[in-house]
T-cell receptor, first 112, second 113 residues
Framework: QQQVKQSPQSLIVQKGGISIINCAYE??????FPWYQQFPGKGPALLIA?????SEKKEGRFTISFNKSAKQFSLHIMDSQPGDSATYFC???????????FGKGTTLSVSS | EAQVTQNPRYLITVTGKKLTVTCSQN?????MSWYRQDPGLGLRQIYY???????DKGDVPEGYKVSRKEKRNFPLILESPSPNQTSLYFC????????????FGQGTRLTVV
């Protein structure tokens, strides 16, 4: 019930293509779904987040799509660039003070 | 500059030798936590603190201790490190525990031999 399942584990996309990373959760009490981006040697940093009262949120080339009934959400990176190469983590708000439950991460490589 | 500062960044130690990884935040955040990151396992929470003198176990607390005597500091203590604690550790803080951005430190890469 506390898990967030993320796929794929790794992803290779050509420059200019669309990168799609998917996450699924079980606990219907989750009400905050952020995505974090992590570059090598750095800590994760918030990229974009969504709440379940909306189905989509867009910030520049990054879009979260949220399907409440399916308990799934995804990150779309449009016009992917080599600078987007990083590890991406989806997360969901946990319960009882545990804050964020993270997926296992997706390593994205954008080839030029 | 708003930040979470961890020290040291890299540490190699021997089994059984007590160590402390420090974490400090300058954003007056109430909530702080420690995560470990391992390949294929993502980020797993070790301990968290809702406020000063309030701490609780996360998902993988065995072998770790924490304390929160001041709002800004949240050290992670390994009293008798073992090789299975070799990992990349992150401290994080946020204004409150839910629905807010978590700010992460730069990480501490620990190797226990």
């Amino acid at each position: 019930q506390q898990q967030v399942k993320q796929s794929p584990q790794s992803l290779i996309v050509q420059k200019g293509g669309i990168s799609i990373i998917n996450c699924a959760y079980e606990n219907t009490a989750f009400d905050y779904f952020p995505w974090y981006q992590q570059f090598p040697g750095k800590g994760p940093a918030l990229l974009i987040a969504i709440r379940p009262d909306v189905s989509e949120k867009k910030e520049g080339r990054f879009t979260i799509s949220f399907n409440k009934s399916a308990k799934q959400f995804s990150l779309h990176i449009m016009d992917s660039q080599p600078g987007d190469s990083a590890t991406y983590f989806c997360a969901a708000n946990g319960q009882a003070g545990t804050a964020l439950i993270f997926g296992k991460g997706t390593t994205l490589s954008v080839s030029s | 500059e708003a930040q979470v500062t961890q020290n040291p960044r890299y540490l190699i130690t021997v089994t059984g030798k007590k160590l402390t990884v420090t974490c400090s935040q300058n954003m007056n955040h109430e909530y702080m936590s420690w995560y470990r990151q391992d390949p294929g396992l993502g980020l797993r929470q070790i301990y968290y603190s809702m406020n000063v003198e309030v701490t609780d176990k996360g998902d993988v607390p065995e072998g770790y201790k924490v304390s929160r005597k001041e709002k800004r500091n949240f050290p992670l203590i390994l009293e008798s490190p073992s090789p299975n604690q070799t990992s990349l550790y992150f401290c994080a803080s946020s204004f409150r525990w839910r629905n807010t951005e978590a700010f992460f430190g730069q990480g501490t890469r620990l190797t226990v031999v």
